[in-house]
């Protein structure tokens, strides 16, 4: 059974930093292309970053620095310079499948696996 579980999320003040984590288990975890998405209150859902199997990554924006810890099962996402658009509910996802090595992608179209997330709440 695979188990996603995101954590670190809280309310801070905008201009600091935050670190999110997730860990999965349940899949092998070094062969998968992995994202993090976020959705605001009453908007969409949106790809923040993603890395492939290989620690290429894309992001929306150079804030955002994504990375993983293959020996502890372990996604990240580092957050600078907080914005009050920041705030929403972040989800971390994963693939039902191993993906060649370069591949990333921020579409959730592509993604199977799924946390709960964790609430980011930025205040000016």
């Not at 935050?18 to 908007?43: D, E, K, N, V, Y």
């Not at 020996?71 to 971390?92: G, Q």
Request: hydrophobic share 30%; net charge negative; charged share 20%.
């Amino acid at each position: 059974q695979v188990e996603v579980e995101e954590s670190g999320g809280s309310e801070v003040q905008a201009g600091g930093s935050l670190t999110l984590s997730c860990t999965i288990s349940g899949l092998t975890f070094h062969s998968r292309a992995m994202a993090w998405f976020r959705q605001a209150p009453g908007s969409g859902r949106e790809g923040v970053s993603c890395i492939s199997a290989s620690e290429i990554t894309q992001s929306r924006s150079d804030r955002f620095t994504i990375s993983r810890d293959n020996t502890k099962n372990t996604l990240y996402l580092r957050i600078n310079k907080l914005e009050t658009a920041d705030t929403a509910m972040y989800y971390c996802a994963t693939m039902a499948y191993s993906t060649p090595i370069n591949w990333c992608s921020l579409s959730d179209e592509s993604f199977t696996y799924w946390g709960q997330g964790t609430r980011v709440t930025v205040s000016a």
